[in-house]
């Protein structure tokens, strides 16, 4: 059975730092893209990051870029997405996703982890 | 303002057939597969359709997905209490990366 396992929210104060975690089971992590996907409250989805096979190529939405890092260890089968310089904007359901595609087609989601931005 | 354009809200009795449209771009929907997600309140969304028209496992066929230039249609027919949820199109974009819909409100009367 996949899982995906989201870690890591919780309150930060604007301009504050957060590191995501995501650890992945039954299914061969090293050989899945994966991405975060997040979910303001009361709003629709929006796409945050997406990272390749073997971690060399990442993209992010414009919205993130250059605040937002996400990374893969292979050898803990885990997902991260260090976060920084956090704005009120990023407050969201930060969902953890597989996406065997590559391409927006997220066929696994986590649970999400809920990421307060506040002062 | 999302990329990928989605009616707020769409309606129906049950048995009826309701449609969800979702318009797009040529370098988004026009080019790249489009992916449908279905989501209950205070849940994770879950796949509907991937590959423009195929269902993952489970789903079941009364949800099918078609796509004709930049836009593509999630149909659900024999409409059920059980469906009324939201609903999201999504697809990659050459410059955006991956981009959704605004989402659509099914409400089953």
């Known amino acids: 059975e996949v899982q995906l396992l989201e870690s890591g929210g919780g309150l930060v104060q604007p301009g504050g730092s957060l590191r995501l975690s995501c650890v992945a089971s039954g299914f061969t992590f090293s050989s899945s893209v994966m991405s975060w996907v997040r979910q303001a409250p009361g709003k629709g989805l929006e796409w945050v990051s997406t990272i390749k096979v073997g971690g060399g190529t990442t993209f992010y939405a414009d919205s993130v870029k250059g605040r937002l890092t996400i990374s893969r260890d292979d050898s803990k089968n885990t997902l991260y997405l260090q976060m920084d310089s956090l704005g009120v904007d990023d407050t969201a359901i930060y969902y953890c996703v597989r996406d065997p595609t590559g391409y927006g087609g997220a066929d696994y989601w986590g649970q999400g982890t809920l990421v307060t931005v506040s002062s | 303002q999302s990329v990928l354009t989605q009616p707020p809200s769409a309606s129906g009795t049950p048995g009826q057939r309701v449609t969800i449209s979702c318009s797009g771009g040529s370098s988004n929907i026009g080019k790249y597969h489009v992916y449908w997600y279905q989501q209950f309140p205070g849940t994770a969304p879950k796949l509907l359709i991937y590959i423009d028209n195929q269902r993952p496992s489970g789903v079941p066929d009364r949800f099918s997905g078609s796509k004709s230039g930049t836009s593509a249609s999630l149909a659900i027919s024999g409409l059920r209490s059980e469906d009324e949820a939201d609903y999201y199109c999504?697809?990659?974009?050459?410059?955006?990366?991956?981009?959704f819909g605004g989402g659509t409100k099914l409400t089953v009367l």
């Open positions: 999504a697809a990659w974009d050459d410059s955006l990366g991956a981009v």
